[in-house]
C-alpha cells in the first residue's frame, strides 16, 4: 500500500488504507479538543481550494482542516473568475498551478473533473465533489460519525434513502462502506435510483431498506440535477419515501440517522428527526473537520516523506 498521491474516489483503495487514514482522523479530532486548535503539521505548504460550484460545509471545512495545521489556504470560487470570460478550467488550474501551490481541493459541477485535474497538476488534488460522481471525503466522514455509533462496520446493514441517482454521496459511500465491511442497500422511487450502483443493493421498497438497518442515511432531493419528470411530485414522495418516525421505526432502536447536508425538512426527512436523539447531523459536520485534517495529513505529509 503506497503513499496517498490523491483523493478522487476509493477505486483500488484496501480497507487498510481507508482505516489508517480514519485513525488519523481520530488523533486530529484530538487536537480539536484542546483549548489551542492548531498544530504546526503543515506548516510551509499552501492549500487551494477551488471551488466551481457553491459550498458552505465543504469548504469552510476543508480551509479550518488547513488553518488548524497551519497551512497557508488560497480560496477561489467560480463565480466572478476569469471564467465568465470564456477562459478554461484547465486554464484556470494552470494559474494556479504557477503560484506554487501544493495541494488543490476541487469541487466542480462535471463529473471526472477531478481526475483531469490530477493528470494536469504537480500538486496533489482531493476530489471535493465532482457532479453526480463522487464525493469520498464525505463518505469518510460518514463512516467515521457511524464508527462512533457502531464501533465496527462489519456486517452493518446501512440503508440509504433518497434521491440516489443524483448522489455523489451515495456512489462514494457505496464504495467505503462495503469496503469496511457495511452491507448497503440504497432505496428511493424508481425515477431517482440508477441502473446499478456498485456496492449497494437497490431497492423501490424502503420499508426492505430500512427493515433491521444498523443505520439510515437520508439524501436531499437534488432537483437543480433531475431531468424532467425523474420525480411524479414533491406530494408524492412525501408521502411514500420520507422517513418519519413511523419508518424508522423498522430500523434497530439505537441506529444512527445521517444527513450530508444541506437538508430540506420535512421533504426527505421529518423534521422532528432531524433534531431528534438520533440524528447526527451536527456530529457530520465536527467529524468533517478531523477527517479533512487527516485527508490533508497523509496526502501532504506522505508526499513530502
Do not use: C
Not at 195 to 213: H, I, Q, S
Amino acid at each position: 500500500m503506497g503513499a496517498l498521491t490523491h483523493l478522487l474516489d476509493f477505486a483500488g483503495w484496501e480497507r487498510a488504507q481507508a482505516e489508517s487514514l480514519l485513525e488519523t482522523a481520530r488523533m486530529m479530532e484530538e487536537v480539536l479538543e484542546r483549548p489551542m486548535k492548531k498544530v504546526p503539521a503543515l506548516k510551509g505548504f499552501t492549500v487551494a481550494t477551488v471551488f466551481f460550484e457553491p459550498s458552505t460545509r465543504t469548504k469552510i471545512s476543508f480551509e479550518l482542516a488547513a488553518r488548524r495545521m497551519s497551512a497557508d489556504v488560497v480560496g477561489f470560487t467560480g463565480a466572478g473568475s476569469s471564467l465568465a470570460k470564456g477562459e478554461s478550467f484547465k486554464d484556470t488550474l494552470l494559474t494556479l498551478q504557477a503560484m506554487a501551490l501544493d495541494a488543490y481541493v476541487i469541487r466542480a459541477p462535471v463529473a471526472g473533473m477531478a481526475h483531469q485535474a490530477a493528470r494536469w497538476l504537480e500538486g496533489a488534488v482531493v476530489n471535493a465533489g465532482d457532479g453526480r460522481r463522487a464525493h469520498p471525503t464525505q463518505a469518510l466522514l460518514d463512516a467515521y460519525t457511524l464508527l462512533d455509533d457502531l464501533e465496527t462496520l462489519e456486517g452493518r446493514k446501512v440503508a440509504i434513502v433518497g434521491d440516489v441517482a443524483h448522489s455523489r454521496v451515495a456512489r462514494s459511500n457505496a464504495e467505503l462502506l462495503p469496503l469496511l465491511g457495511a452491507e448497503v442497500w440504497a432505496a428511493g422511487p424508481a425515477g431517482l435510483l440508477p441502473e446499478r450502483l456498485p456496492g449497494a443493493r437497490l431497492t423501490t421498497d424502503l420499508d426492505e431498506a430500512l427493515e433491521d438497518a444498523d443505520a439510515v442515511m437520508v439524501l436531499r432531493l437534488q432537483r437543480e440535477r433531475m431531468d424532467e419528470g425523474a420525480l411524479p411530485s414533491l406530494r408524492e414522495y412525501v408521502a411514500e419515501y420520507q422517513v418519519t418516525e413511523a419508518r424508522l421505526a423498522r430500523a434497530k432502536p439505537d441506529a444512527p440517522l445521517l444527513h450530508p447536508g444541506p437538508m430540506n425538512r420535512d421533504v426527505e426527512l421529518e423534521g422532528t428527526l432531524a433534531d431528534g436523539p438520533r440524528s447526527r447531523v451536527e456530529r457530520q459536520v465536527r467529524a468533517g473537520e478531523a477527517v479533512r485534517m487527516a485527508v490533508l495529513y497523509h496526502l501532504l505529509v506522505g508526499r513530502a516523506a
